[in-house]
């Protein structure tokens, strides 16, 4: 049974209240998932569930941004979403689209595309780039679209990244196999430069990553929430980051 609407406002402003104290995380990974399954709870189709799903993005972001998180990355499109039907998937693109560009036009977040852009069309590549570099003055909240995604994806691409470095540096394949550590694999990640999160979110009920950040998360806190991506309240942020809190990060210590 769903609490009264005043009384959910009280209860939101005390886990509010409690967090003031408490350590929050620099970076937050979500992973926006159930749109089509909400749609179909109401017997629409799935295109009206990325709708509404993508107008939740921009709220989303604003309570991180007053809650002081400095990093975001939302998982809206994995490679395996590209593998959908034809007419879902270039709905799909196209909500995308407008989402992010009407995230770059606000000029409140810096945007970084990450994903495998060559596997996208051509011309939704090109957009997604132009929103992302109309953001780049921007400071504050940065905040990752991550779009034809995938964690393994992301992973060869760092290896790749490296040993064309080094092979550009005249290193034999021997000596970059002596040297390779975890260390050169992070510096070219999609997220370089950036806090691994110490959070991920997942709706839906979900309770796996699928993927998701597979290299940054190997200390993070995973939380799993029963609402649908349309459905996710400040208060279900809010008892996310409550959860967080409350747990030992012994970070293998």
């Given at each position: 049974?769903?609490?009264?609407?005043?009384?959910?406002?009280?209860?939101?402003?005390?886990?509010?209240?409690?967090?003031?104290?408490?350590?929050?995380?620099?970076?937050?990974?979500?992973?926006?998932?159930?749109?089509?399954?909400?749609?179909?709870?109401?017997?629409?189709?799935?295109?009206?569930?990325?709708?509404?799903?993508?107008?939740?993005?921009?709220?989303?972001?604003?309570?991180?941004?007053?809650?002081?998180?400095?990093?975001?990355?939302?998982?809206?499109?994995?490679?395996?979403?590209?593998?959908?039907?034809?007419?879902?998937?270039?709905?799909?693109?196209?909500?995308?689209?407008?989402?992010?560009?009407?995230?770059?036009?606000?000029?409140?977040?810096?945007?970084?595309v990450?994903?495998?852009?060559?596997?996208?069309?051509?011309?939704?590549?090109?957009?997604?780039?132009?929103?992302?570099?109309q953001?780049?003055?921007?400071?504050?909240?940065?905040?990752?679209?991550?779009?034809?995604?995938?964690?393994?994806?992301?992973?060869?691409?760092?290896?790749?990244?490296?040993?064309?470095?080094?092979?550009?540096?005249?290193d034999?394949?021997?000596?970059?196999?002596?040297?390779?550590?975890?260390?050169?694999?992070?510096?070219?990640?999609?997220?370089?430069?950036?806090?691994?999160?110490?959070?991920?979110?997942r709706?839906?009920?979900?309770?796996?990553?699928?993927?998701?950040?597979?290299?940054?998360?190997?200390?993070?806190?995973?939380?799993?929430c029963?609402?649908?991506?349309p459905?996710?309240?400040?208060?279900?942020?809010?008892?996310?980051?409550?959860?967080?809190?409350?747990?030992?990060?012994?970070?293998?210590?």
């Amino acid at each position: 049974m769903r609490m009264p609407h005043l009384l959910y406002g009280l209860y939101e402003r005390r886990v509010a209240a409690a967090l003031s104290s408490q350590p929050l995380p620099r970076h937050v990974g979500v992973i926006l998932d159930g749109n089509r399954r909400w749609a179909k709870s109401f017997g629409e189709p799935a295109a009206h569930g990325h709708r509404r799903g993508a107008d939740r993005i921009e709220e989303f972001l604003g309570w991180s941004e007053e809650l002081g998180i400095e990093v975001v990355t939302l998982w809206m499109l994995s490679t395996d979403n590209l593998s959908r039907g034809a007419e879902e998937l270039d709905a799909l693109l196209g909500i995308i689209g407008d989402s992010v560009d009407a995230l770059s036009r606000s000029r409140r977040w810096r945007l970084r595309v990450v994903g495998r852009l060559d596997l996208l069309p051509e011309a939704f590549a090109e957009r997604l780039r132009a929103a992302q570099a109309q953001t780049d003055d921007v400071e504050g909240l940065q905040v990752n679209v991550a779009i034809g995604y995938g964690g393994r994806h992301e992973i060869a691409d760092a290896v790749r990244a490296f040993l064309t470095e080094r092979a550009a540096a005249g290193d034999t394949l021997d000596e970059v196999a002596a040297a390779i550590d975890v260390d050169h694999i992070g510096q070219h990640l999609y997220t370089r430069g950036q806090p691994d999160p110490e959070l991920v979110i997942r709706t839906s009920g979900e309770q796996r990553l699928g993927g998701f950040l597979l290299w940054q998360s190997a200390h993070s806190e995973f939380y799993f929430c029963e609402a649908y991506w349309p459905d996710f309240r400040r208060v279900d942020y809010l008892r996310a980051l409550r959860a967080y809190s409350q747990r030992e990060r012994r970070l293998g210590r």
